[in-house]
Nanobody, 115 residues
Framework: QVQLVESGGGLVQAGGSLRLSCAASGSIFSINAMGWYRQAPGKQRELVARITSGGTTTHADSVKGRFTISRDNAKDTVYLQMNSLKPEDTAVYYC?????????WGQGTQVTVSS
């Protein structure tokens, strides 16, 4: 079992920045990778960024150069630094922990970017 608690969402103007945090607890030693996903109204959930247990990162093309995923192992926390935010980044952002045989999800945090 893994518990994920997200924080850091909110309302920001276009061009602004936010940092999302995801604190993990429980059987975190079994986590293979952690990621940030987002889901906008009427759209499917999509991968934003991912970091493996070995530190390899992946970012969606739509956020490359603007968003950065990172982690603090001492705090069992993963971050998503979001810069140069655009209105199309508006969505609920979810943290996910990939394990075998399942993925655990956080409750989600709303990010709203006004134009």
């Amino acid at each position: 079992q893994v518990q994920l608690v997200e924080s850091g969402g909110g309302l920001v103007q276009a061009g602004g920045s936010l940092r999302l945090s995801c604190a993990a607890s429980g059987s975190i030693f079994s986590i293979n990778a952690m990621g940030w996903y987002r889901q906008a109204p009427g759209k499917q959930r999509e991968l934003v960024a991912r970091i493996t247990s070995g530190g390899t990162t992946t970012h969606a093309d739509s956020v490359k150069g603007r968003f950065t995923i990172s982690r603090d192992n001492a705090k069992d926390t993963v971050y998503l630094q979001m810069n140069s935010l655009k209105p199309e980044d508006t969505a609920v952002y979810y943290c996910a922990a990939s394990m075998i045989p399942r993925t655990y999800w956080g409750q989600g945090t709303q990010v709203t970017v006004s134009s």
